[in-house]
T-cell receptor, first 112, second 107 residues
Framework: SQTIHQWPATLVQPVGSPLSLECTVE??????LYWYRQAAGRGLQLLFY??????ISSEVPQNLSASRPQDRQFILSSKKLLLSDSGFYLC???????????FGEGSWLTVV | KNEVEQSPQNLTAQEGEFITINCSYS?????LHWLQQHPGGGIVSLFM???GKKKHGRLIATINIQEKHSSLHITASHPRDSAVYIC?????????FGTGTRLQVFP
């Protein structure tokens, strides 16, 4: 069966420090991969999506970046965190349109 | 105006009540998802709809493609149904989310 894992689950980082959130999928190949962010009191916002290794699409301008070094690995990074980067980050995977989306457990990031 | 609108934003109910959460969207979609987010943040997919109606236990989801509207119903609500319910539409391989409906069911 397919599973998705992301880590770390919680993170407290100072402003200006780097960030790395990792997400891996098991039990499937060539998934579409997504990073979402949920800021306090707001809906989920798509940050990045990837349809294949090395193929990253960015939805909103920001100081975050994403990489897909392997088929089932998706990494969200920042070189220098801002206070506004605080929020709940979710990794997800799915197939083409019209298929179920599966979410990771989420990562709570607090930038102080 | 958001592309996906949910109502109400907050909902309280007594145990046993029938609950309805609405979702309207303004973009073309291939499917609509209803998701449940618990206080810890984890999200579970409840339904994926492209037409008609689906039922799973006490949960029923309907969609009207012509009117661009979907509803999630909970029959005989229970305190364990307390969560945030999120509508999301599938728009060319990307999900567009509503802001969610926070439901609290009291015993």
């Amino acid at each position: 069966s397919q599973t998705i894992h992301q880590w770390p689950a919680t993170l407290v980082q100072p402003v200006g420090s780097p960030l790395s959130l990792e997400c891996t999928v098991e039990g499937t190949s060539n998934p579409n991969l997504y990073w979402y962010r949920q800021a306090a009191g707001r809906g989920l916002q798509l940050l990045f999506y990837s349809v294949g290794i090395g193929q990253i699409s960015s939805e909103v301008p920001q100081n975050l970046s994403a990489s897909r070094p392997q088929d089932r690995q998706f990494i969200l990074s920042s070189k220098k965190l801002l206070l506004s980067d605080s929020g709940f980050y979710l990794c997800a995977w799915g197939r083409n349109s019209g298929n179920t989306i599966y979410f990771g457990e989420g990562s709570w990031l607090t930038v102080v | 105006k958001n592309e996906v609108e949910q109502s109400p934003q907050n909902l309280t109910a007594q145990e046993g009540e029938f609950i309805t959460i609405n979702c309207s969207y303004s973009v073309g979609i291939s499917a609509l998802h209803w998701l449940q987010q618990h206080p810890g943040g984890g999200i579970v997919s409840l339904f994926m709809l492209s037409s008609g109606k689906k039922k799973h236990g006490r949960l029923i989801a309907t969609i009207n493609i012509q009117e661009k509207h979907s509803s999630l119903h909970i029959t005989a609500s229970h305190p364990r149904d307390s969560a945030v319910y999120i509508c999301a539409v599938d728009n060319t391989d990307k999900l567009i989310f509503g802001t969610g409906t926070r439901l609290q069911v009291f015993p």
